[in-house]
């Protein structure tokens, strides 16, 4: 069973850029695809943000597309989230999530505790 462990998360003004990690253990890193999620308040529903699937292939939600961008480095056990011009409404916990199985938008088997991102305006 794969842990997942978030980090990067922080302050940041408007326009400003953050870069989130999500290390893995426990298992084989390149049998899961990877993806994160978010959820900007308690009451609200958790997110779909980015995906990667095994091969490297990408699936981002429209509204992050050409301001984010999500990697995987195997080697380092590590899925990554560039997040450039960040606007107030991306303000969330974000969470990073991973699957055997699938890939995309729907829901994965394993997630990660959550890493806070502020962004003030």
């Known amino acids: 069973q794969v842990q997942l462990e978030e980090s990067g998360g922080g302050l940041v003004q408007t326009g400003g850029s953050l870069r989130l990690s999500c290390t893995t253990s426990g298992d084989t890193f390149s049998d899961y695809a990877m993806a994160w999620f978010r959820r900007p308040a308690p009451e609200r529903q958790r997110q779909f943000v980015a995906?990667?699937?095994?091969?490297?292939?990408?699936y981002y939600d429209d509204s992050v597309k050409g301001r984010f961008t999500i990697s995987r480095e195997n080697a380092n056990n590590t899925v990554y989230l560039q997040m450039n011009s960040l606007k107030p409404e991306d303000t969330a916990v974000y969470y990073c999530?991973?699957?055997?199985?699938?890939w995309g938008t729907g829901d994965y088997a394993y997630w990660g505790q959550g890493t806070q991102v502020t962004v003030s305006s």
């Open positions: 995906a990667v699937n095994w091969g490297g292939l990408t």
């Open positions: 999530a991973a699957d055997r199985d699938r």
